[in-house]
Each structure stands twice: as C-alpha cells, then as structure tokens.
C-alpha cells in the first residue's frame, strides 16, 4: 500500500527558505512514468499546484511561483523534496505531496499525503 | 494557464439528497479533468478521473460528466461521510489548475 508522508518545520521566518520532504513508502520515486507533485492549500483558500517531478528527473513548476521554488528526488531515501525561498505570510498553507500516476495516458494525482502545516511568522 | 470555475462554492444538503457540482474551464480540454474530495486533517481523495471514470473503492453514488470545458459531478443519495470539499483538477496542460472548491454542508 503506497503511502506519502511529509515532513518538515511547522514555523519558518518571513525572508526564510522552506524546506519540505515526503518519504514515499510501498512504492518507490524511481519507478517509471510516474510524477511526484506538491500542492499547497492556504487557510480557508482553495488548492493550489506547486510542481512536479518526473522520474527521470524533469521537473515542472507553476510560473505562479517564479523562481522562488525547487523540487527534487532522493532515490537512495525514496524520498522527494520542496523548497521555496524568500517565504512571506502568503506561503502559510497546508503542504501536501502526492503521486501522479499515468491512468488513460494522462497523469493524475491519484495518491496524496495527509498534508502538513507550515506558518510563516516572526 | 487554463483556470476552472467551480460552482457553487457552497451548498447545504440533506442526507438522502442529489447535489450536482459543476466545473467550467476557460478553454478545452478534452476529458482530462479529475474530482477530489477534502477533509480537514485527511490525505485528499481521488474521486474520478478522465471526467467519468470512477476511482477504485469509490461508492457508484459519485459519478462524473462532461468533456471539453463543462464537467459535473453528481453525488446521488448523499451520506454523512460525502459532506466534504470537492475539488475539480486539469491535467491538459501546465501549471495543472484546481477549481475554487464546493464545500458540501449538512442542512
């Protein structure tokens, strides 16, 4: 059973870098075809897609965030990570990893972690 | 960019009731459109995929429609474990796109 787990700090300074992992387990970031993806979802706001990652390593990002983000694959850790840069309070959100795996030639997001908090506050 | 307007962004319903969700996109695209279901605290929850094609493990009380830029969602009989937030998704193109979401309420 695939399993997605984020992890990181829950509080991170304004100017600051946030960092984010998810550990994927039952299943492994190197299997082919599929992405590894990030969305977020503010406060009492709707999803939001961050970015995705390829298992050959392509990446693909929301022009929303411009420069201000990076996703990468560990494949010894079975693990994939986010980091945006130059938080404000407007990153506060729920952050949540997920699998896009390919169904009717489309990828869709069809496995999600259970998301976690990151505040942006002095 | 290819936004998706979901409608309405809330309703109240009982138990045993039809709710009908509907998501509209800017311009086509085809049927690569898919439905989540959100609760507080939970992983969210591929509902449908491909704009009709149900999720495994998915009760057949969900169903989904539509092609190009007009797609529902349709939960008949609805259960005190369907009051959640729903959410459309297009995978046509990047940056993938999220509707605003419907939070389905007790009435």
Excluded at chain 2, 60 to 89: H, K, M, V, W
């Amino acid at each position: 059973q695939l399993q997605l787990q984020e992890s990181g700090p829950g509080l991170v300074k304004p100017s600051e870098t946030l960092s984010l992992t998810c550990t994927v387990s039952g299943g492994s970031v190197s299997s082919s075809n599929y992405f590894w993806s990030w969305s977020r979802q503010p406060p009492g706001k709707g999803l939001e897609w961050i970015a995705s990652i390829y298992y050959n390593g392509n990446t693909y990002y929301n022009p929303s965030l411009g420069s201000r983000v990076t996703i990468s694959a560990d494949t010894s850790k079975n693990q994939f990570s986010l980091t945006l840069s130059s938080v404000t309070a407007a990153d506060t959100a729920v952050y949540f990893c997920a699998r896009r795996s390919p169904i009717l030639v489309v990828h869709y997001l069809d496995f999600w972690g259970q998301g976690t908090l990151v505040t942006v506050s002095s | 960019d290819i936004p998706l307007t979901q409608s309405p962004s809330f309703l109240s319903a009982f138990v045993g009731d039809r709710v009908t969700i509907t998501c509209r996109a800017t311009q086509g695209i085809n049927t690569y459109l898919a439905w989540y279901q959100l609760k507080p605290g939970k992983a969210p929850k591929l509902l449908i995929y491909g704009a009709s094609t149900l999720q495994s493990g998915v009760p057949s009380r969900f169903s989904g429609s539509g092609s190009g830029t007009e797609f529902t969602l349709t939960i008949s009989n609805l259960q005190p474990e369907d009051f959640a937030t729903y959410y459309c998704l297009q995978v046509k193109s990047y940056p993938l796109t999220f509707g605003g979401g419907t939070k389905v309420e007790i009435k």
